[in-house]
């Protein structure tokens, strides 16, 4: 069994889900817990997802005897929401709205990397929904929600209308700091001491393994390794925004100055200088010790190497590539969330 979960969720007047609230899912569960589950709602195997009613619920409790997950069934038998288990026997291309939700909540349980699932098909399964201080509302029904809220002398909040919630409403890590918690989107993964600045932005599937400062984006696939820096307003291309297939990585102990970027993969103790953005085709400057030009290359040709520094002749304009002589290390003060 690839994971396990029972949730509480939104569904709306269709009888569809909206979304799924996954405490404390079971990535690699054992096969007691399963078979519990089997013997209490008839699981005959596969990825699926069946919503549970009270007297399920209750068999489940007295059925399994794995504590954690008993002490969430017995919760969830008091819920006037509906309550869900979902089943992923194997790492496969998604088929549900649960399923989607826990598959994300694992990543932002640090249950796996960003790359390490499958996500085939997630946004068709991700209805596009109002955000607000009552929760998922189809975008059909937040009028009438809206305006009762006014005839009642209120104003209903929409803090987002998008087909992912924000990470923190349904994950918090431990060891992290989050300034602006609604640019961390559920199915980051925010590793243990990482600070995540105002304007720093994690997206899904994507992630800073820790510690990191993140001070700009990182997009859709996405990995910044420990130690690295990305600076203010700095970006990283993923595969949704300008990296085609090319999985973008970023090795330990760089940085990525204030509005630079990159769009090729880079290795250890790397370096872009403020303001320069690298794509696979810049074209690079590659200099000596003595700060003599070796050769001219494409930068996708140096992509994944260790200890580059990228910067830009300021009298000629040029992008040079030299040795990065000084490794960066993040100030230790600024990574203590205690």
């Not at 919630?165 to 890590?173: F, L, R, S």
């Not at 992630?207 to 990995?223: F, H, Y």
Request: contains cysteine; proline residues 4%; hydrophobic residues 35%.
């Amino acid at each position: 069994m690839y994971a396990l979960a029972f949730g509480i969720g939104t569904k709306n007047r269709n009888d569809e889900w909206l979304e799924v609230y996954f405490p404390r899912p079971a990535f690699r569960p054992d096969q007691t817990l399963v078979d519990g589950i089997t013997a209490a709602t008839g699981y005959r195997g596969g990825n699926t997802d069946i919503e549970l009613n009270t007297d399920q619920l209750r068999k489940l409790a007295d059925t399994i005897d794995d504590e954690r997950q008993q002490s969430i069934v017995a919760q969830l038998a008091s819920s006037t929401r509906p309550v869900v288990l979902a089943m992923i026997e194997s790492d496969e291309a998604l088929q549900s709205t649960p399923e989607t939700y826990l598959k994300l909540h694992l990543l932002s349980h640090r249950c796996v990397l960003p790359n390490e699932q499958n996500l085939e098909g997630i946004y068709p399964l991700l209805p596009n929904v109002a955000w607000t201080e009552q929760g998922a509302v189809d975008l059909n029904e937040i009028e009438e929600l809206q305006l009762k809220a006014r005839l009642e002398g209120r104003v209903l909040e929409v803090s987002a209308v998008d087909k992912f919630p924000k990470m923190t409403n349904y994950v918090i890590p431990s060891g992290t700091r989050i300034a602006h918690s609604a640019r961390v989107r559920l199915g980051a993964y925010v590793g243990e001491g990482t600070t995540v600045m105002h304007e720093g932005f994690i997206n899904f599937n994507a992630g800073a393994l820790g510690p990191n400062m993140i001070e700009g984006r990182v997009s859709q696939g996405v990995t910044v390794s420990g130690g690295t820096d990305l600076g203010g307003s700095a970006s990283t291309a993923g595969t949704l925004s300008g990296g085609g297939n090319i999985v973008i990585s970023i090795g330990k102990d760089c940085l990525i100055s204030a509005n630079a970027g990159t769009g090729i993969p880079l290795g250890d103790r790397c370096t872009i200088e403020a303001g320069l953005y690298i794509t696979p085709g810049t074209v690079v400057q590659i200099m000596d010790e003595d700060r003599n030009m070796l050769k001219l290359v494409k930068a996708r040709e140096l992509a994944g190497q260790s200890d580059l520094l990228f910067l830009r002749n300021s009298q000629n304009g040029t992008v040079e590539c030299r040795t990065n002589r000084s490794a960066i290390e993040l100030n230790s003060t600024l990574h203590s969330h205690n």
